[in-house]
T-cell receptor
Framework: DTAVSQTPKYLVTQMGNDKSIKCEQNLGHDTMYWYKQDSKKFLKIMFS???????INETVPNRFSPKSPDKAHLNLHINSLELGDSAVYFCASSQQTRGLGIQYFGAGTRLSVL | SQQGEEDPQALSIQEGENATMNCSYKTSINNLQWYRQNSGRGLVHLIL?????REKHSGRLRVTLDTSKKSSSLLITASRAADTASYFCAPGGGGNKLTFGTGTQLKVEL
């Protein structure tokens, strides 16, 4: 069983489209994250939810909207995609309450905007 | 939160050699974590060292922490081709936010 799974693995789309990436964790963790990794390998946090509540919201264009229907799921919806959105997006989870905060990552979604 | 800065950016060694990579950070921490990322994969947690610890071992990995110098090092002994990956440090200030840098790209050649 994959601990943190995200779909799709690859996403190729045209500029201006809207797309979603889904993430699910079966570790029972209370906190989930979205990261963006650029071509230089820089890994930047975008959002974090703790028990469905948004707790980290970095300087991210409001075209990006996270949604957490329950604490095991954190989806990322992106409107009006731009060329600069091309990157690998990683979902992660951790146990923050009475936990060490070790993060477990999904395999990534490689987004290519043409 | 704060970002760890890994050094060197890239490291190429022969199989069997030791690999050392360093991490520097700027403010006080509760712990520091190291992660590995294989090409095309997500990050995998390797080891966590608490601020009151100076050294920690896990298999072929040895991590040191010097809070007075705000630095950490990761040593991989007897490296293998399978150790080829990017290595990231993540200083933890007590909250749930980890800030990663660009990592050290390690290449282990046969």
């Amino acid at each position: 069983d994959t601990a943190v799974s995200q779909t799709p693995k690859y996403l190729v789309t045209q500029m201006g489209n809207d797309k979603s990436i889904k993430c699910e964790q079966n570790l029972g963790h209370d906190t989930m994250y979205w990261y963006k990794q650029d071509s230089k390998k820089f890994l930047k946090i975008m959002f974090s939810y703790n028990n469905k509540e948004l707790i980290i919201n970095e300087t991210v264009p409001n075209r990006f909207s996270p949604k957490s229907p329950d604490k095991a799921h954190l989806n990322l919806h992106i409107n009006s995609l731009e060329l600069g959105d091309s990157a690998v997006y990683f979902c992660a989870s951790s146990q923050q309450t009475r936990g060490l905060g070790i993060q477990y990552f999904g395999a990534g979604t490689r987004l290519s905007v043409l | 939160s704060q970002q760890g800065e890994e050094d060197p950016q890239a490291l190429s060694i022969q199989e069997g050699e030791n690999a050392t990579m360093n991490c520097s950070y700027k403010t006080s921490i509760n712990n520091l974590q190291w992660y590995r990322q294989n090409s095309g994969r997500g990050l995998v947690h390797l080891i966590l060292i608490r601020s009151n610890e100076r050294e920690k071992h896990s298999g072929r990995l040895r991590v040191t922490l010097d809070t007075s110098k705000k630095s950490s090092s990761l040593l991989i002994t007897a490296s293998r081709a399978a150790d080829t990956a990017s290595y990231f440090c993540a200083p933890g200030g007590g909250g749930n936010k980890l800030t990663f840098g660009t990592g050290t790209q390690l290449k282990v050649e046969l």
